[in-house]
């Protein structure tokens, strides 16, 4: 069977499987048996890929970042650290349109499956004396909560982006994140500019609230500054920064009188479906790289009469809107160009561009449903700024890569 439309079947039955809710983890990996059953049957491959998956250190990497991720998000919220920080981001901005794009944009560097959901009654309160629409709240909300996607060593599809095509997180993060900043001025000059006020966020503190919410933006605040230095400026490993981190973090709440509790956090960032998830995902890749799949697809992409990165973006974006989420571009993705180019930066670039482009542009995004299903707005109507905004993001990158490779 040709190995597109071998793909192209896999494809098809991930994102039937995605469309009854089963997990991303359990639909990749069916998607990866159908492979190695069409492609190299033997039991062989399948162990094969299984201990070649338990044995790399990419995957603990992963798993050791993510997990400390959320310990990262239960020591702020049970603190108090986070109701606080929001709070001070009120008080400090004096303009409503600042508020509006900033404070989703901050809550984003703190990643969580549907996190959106937790950034749209913030958007609602500061918007409430404006006379916008429930879609143009909405995506508000759901463009600047990922702005971040292009930088921030702690997103998931980060960390495994620079793991599976053999980038450094800091050179990675370098060569992306002024799409951050492309990002955030799209989003203000489509959905931002056209509002029409300069009106006060007027929300009221006392002296002594605004020193404890003061304290809290800051506590809130350094936990995502220094892992992002330590990341891409120390060069080190994504599970230890966010490690160190995380227990430091503890023991400035301790010292600070916040209150929280230690078996609660470690306990509470157990989340084994996210774990399972990810282990199947890693898994999926080693399938596709032991049935030497990855290598055919190779030597097709190099035999086309495209240009490799039009290729790569193409398929990246078609995955990305397939998905809904980094993972699942990252993961199809990234391989082949692990394959193709190890370390090469401007092919990682492109497909992650184009996958972030093809997630922010579908249903299967969790945190663009629940945008819409908490500000009740009617989904094609709440895409069509968002489509917008990666319209100007794709077009400005590929002129940028076009005249600079």
């Known amino acids: 069977m040709n190995i597109f439309l071998l793909l192209a079947i896999a494809m098809a039955l991930i994102i039937i499987l995605l469309r009854r809710h089963v997990p991303i983890g359990p639909c990749m990996l069916v998607g990866g048996l159908f492979i190695w059953v069409m492609k190299t049957p033997s039991l062989h491959y399948l162990w094969q890929g299984f201990t070649e998956t338990l044995t790399m250190s990419r995957t603990y990497d992963i798993l050791f970042a993510l997990y400390f991720v959320m310990c990262l998000e239960i020591e702020l919220r049970t603190s108090g650290a986070l109701a606080g920080m929001v709070h001070a981001l009120q008080r400090i901005f004096s303009s409503t349109k600042v508020t509006l794009a900033v404070m989703p944009a901050f809550l984003g560097l703190l990643p969580s499956l549907g996190g959106a959901r937790f950034s749209a009654p913030i958007v609602e309160e500061a918007s409430k004396e404006l006379p916008l629409t429930q879609e143009h709240r909405a995506a508000i909300n759901f463009w600047f909560r990922h702005i971040f996607e292009f930088s921030s060593p702690i997103i998931p599809g980060m960390i495994m982006a620079c793991n599976i095509a053999g980038v450094s997180y800091s050179d990675f993060i370098m060569h992306l994140c002024w799409l951050t900043v492309l990002a955030f001025v799209a989003g203000w000059l489509v959905l931002i500019t056209p509002i029409k006020t300069d009106g006060m966020t007027g929300f009221q503190e006392d002296k002594q609230e605004q020193e404890q919410n003061t304290q809290d933006l800051w506590l809130s605040l350094s936990p995502v500054v220094l892992t992002f230095v ?176």
């Open 230 to 405: 330590l990341v891409v400026f120390c060069n080190m490993n994504a599970s230890v920064g966010m490690g160190v981190v995380t227990v430091g973090l503890f023991f400035v709440l301790q010292f600070t009188k916040r209150s929280v509790n230690l078996k609660e956090i470690v306990l509470g960032a157990l989340d084994m479906k996210m774990f399972f998830n990810v282990i199947c995902i890693l898994y999926f890749i080693q399938i596709l790289t032991v049935t030497n799949v990855l290598n055919e697809i190779v030597v097709a992409f190099q035999s086309s009469p495209l240009p490799v990165p039009v290729i790569i973006g193409c398929v990246s974006f078609i995955i990305g809107v397939l998905t809904g989420m980094s993972q699942g571009h990252v993961a199809i993705v990234m391989p082949i160009v692990a394959a193709m180019a190890t370390g090469n930066l401007n092919l990682a670039g492109v497909a992650m561009a184009f996958g972030v482009a093809g997630q922010m542009l579908t249903p299967t995004h969790m945190c663009l449903v629940v945008t819409v299903d908490y500000f009740k707005s009617n989904f094609f109507k709440t895409l069509q700024p968002i489509l917008l905004c990666e319209i100007i993001i794709l077009t400005v990158f590929s002129v940028y890569s076009y005249f600079t490779w």
